[in-house]
């Protein structure tokens, strides 16, 4: 079973520029995360989808951040401008539906950022 | 809000040792927890899930347990190994997401 697919892997920018992060989970989760972690933390969820709906984007910097689930499958993350501060490893991570998601996660490789 | 404690924040032990690893959280109204690996420079690779109704689960070597009553779980390693060297993170969630706490580092020696 091929796991969550993460691209790319690393991408360094300078502050103010704009990038996106592309995330493949695994056939038929519904559910679709992406976190933030940076160094030293534990992640910290930015959004999550139920199919292509949102369920959760408290945490989201909306003035810069954005996320959409195409189709209920694959999903971008993008950041726009970016600050020195967003330099972090973005996580995807899928579950399969049970209620609220409550499944199992598993979680791709990560994409770091670094902005300079 | 849910809060989720690792302890400690670092641990170094020689190869063989069996070793505990402690989770704690603030709000016992769970769904499930969940123990993840984290190798430097990777993502994260789920270990064991307990869901809220279950006390223990076991792969392999690694046993977890859980007590929502006092909010603790831990997670214990038999004759470990240097490939066990990496960061452990335990992930509570709760009604609204998922909580992870900071991770123990461990490092395993020869």
């Known amino acids: 079973e091929a796991g969550v697919a993460q691209s790319p892997r690393y991408k360094i920018i300078e502050k103010r520029q704009s990038v996106a992060f592309w995330c493949n989970p695994i056939s038929g989760h519904a559910t679709l995360y992406w976190y933030q972690q940076i160094l030293g933390q534990g992640p910290k969820l930015l959004i999550q989808f139920q199919n292509n709906g949102v369920v959760d984007d408290s945490q989201l910097p909306k003035d810069r951040f954005s996320a959409e689930r195409l189709k209920g499958v694959d999903s971008t993350l993008k950041i726009q401008p970016a600050k020195l501060e967003d330099s972090a490893v973005y996580l995807c991570a899928s579950s399969s539906s049970g209620g609220r998601g409550t499944g199992e996660l598993f979680f791709g490789e990560g994409s770091r950022l670094t902005v300079l | 809000k849910q809060e989720v404690t690792q302890i400690p924040a670092a641990l170094s032990v020689p190869e063989g040792e069996n070793l505990v690893l402690n989770c704690s959280f603030t709000?016992?109204?769970?769904?499930?927890l969940q123990w993840f690996r984290q190798d430097p420079g990777k993502g994260l690779t789920s270990l064991l899930l307990?869901?809220?109704?279950?006390r223990e689960q076991t792969s392999g070597r690694l046993n977890a347990s859980l007590d929502k009553s006092s909010g603790r779980s831990t997670l214990y390693i038999a004759a470990s190994q240097p490939g066990d060297s990496a960061t452990y993170l335990c992930?509570?969630?709760?009604?609204?997401?998922?909580?992870f706490g900071t991770g123990t580092r461990l490092l395993v020696s020869p």
């Open positions: 709000d016992s109204a769970i769904y499930n």
């Open positions: 307990i869901q809220s109704s279950q």
């Open positions: 992930a509570v969630r709760g009604f609204q997401k998922l909580v």
